[in-house]
């Protein structure tokens, strides 16, 4: 069965920095999207993202945040300067355009900011 | 007051008993309801979705959305401990597709 898939399932990086999280989502889906979840808390939207573009983008996804899709295969998440708040799982899910209300979520990235 | 809440347990139930998950929305302009499955550490799993008001059933699970009530629930029958998990439920309103979760119910099923 296809399957969202993520990189790296953890990540650690130091307060400042720049990480880079991947996802490869199924292969005839054309809707793509990044959520979070802070430990303990509700998962949360940050953007979606088709035809290449921002579709609809929630408030914590600010200019620190950008999304690519940079192949036909890849999406990423791009954090320019990380803050410790930035610490969460991040989701990549994604939809196919015949059956949008089935969201396919994928395993993950764990980011920590010390 | 918050667009989708859910109580977040713990729910606690012998093996083998009817469970009961429920969450209250107040944007009425939700068309799209679904319940996920969340172990620990691991990303939600879609199990049942339902279009507007109504019934659904898969298995030993339903779905029941009423949307009068701004009610959604999720029913399991014959509890497994491999039913152990997070239930999220998550709605859409058809536009962009984003979900909007519950805060999760943790369930766990006693041997």
């Known amino acids: 069965e296809p399957e969202v898939t993520q990189t790296p399932s953890h990540q650690v990086t130091q307060m400042g920095q720049e990480v880079i999280l991947r996802c490869v989502p199924i292969?005839?889906?054309?809707?793509f999207y990044w959520y979070r979840q802070i430990l303990g808390q509700k998962v949360e939207f940050l953007v979606s993202?088709?035809?290449?573009?921002?579709?609809?983008k929630s408030e914590i996804f600010d200019d620190q945040f950008s999304v690519e899709r940079p192949d036909g295969s890849n999406f990423t998440l791009k954090i320019r300067s990380t803050k410790l708040e930035d610490s969460a799982m991040y989701f990549c899910a994604s939809i196919t355009t015949t059956s949008q209300e089935t969201q396919y979520f994928g395993p993950g990235t764990r980011l920590l900011v010390l | 007051q918050k667009e989708v809440e859910q109580d977040p347990g713990p729910l606690s139930v012998p093996e083998g008993a009817i469970v009961s998950l429920n969450c209250t929305y107040s944007n009425s302009a939700f068309q799209y309801f679904m319940w996920y499955r969340q172990y620990s550490r691991k990303g939600p799993e879609l199990l049942m979705y339902t279009y507007s008001s109504g019934n659904k059933e898969d298995g030993r699970f339903t779905a029941q959305v009423d949307k009068s009530s701004k009610y959604i629930s999720l029913f399991i029958r014959d509890s497994q401990p491999s039913d152990s998990a997070t239930y999220l439920c998550a709605m859409s309103d058809g536009s962009s597709y984003k979900l909007i979760f519950g805060s999760g119910t943790r369930l766990l099923v006693r041997p």
């Open positions: 292969s005839n889906h054309l809707y």
């Open positions: 993202f088709y035809n290449n573009e921002i579709s609809e």
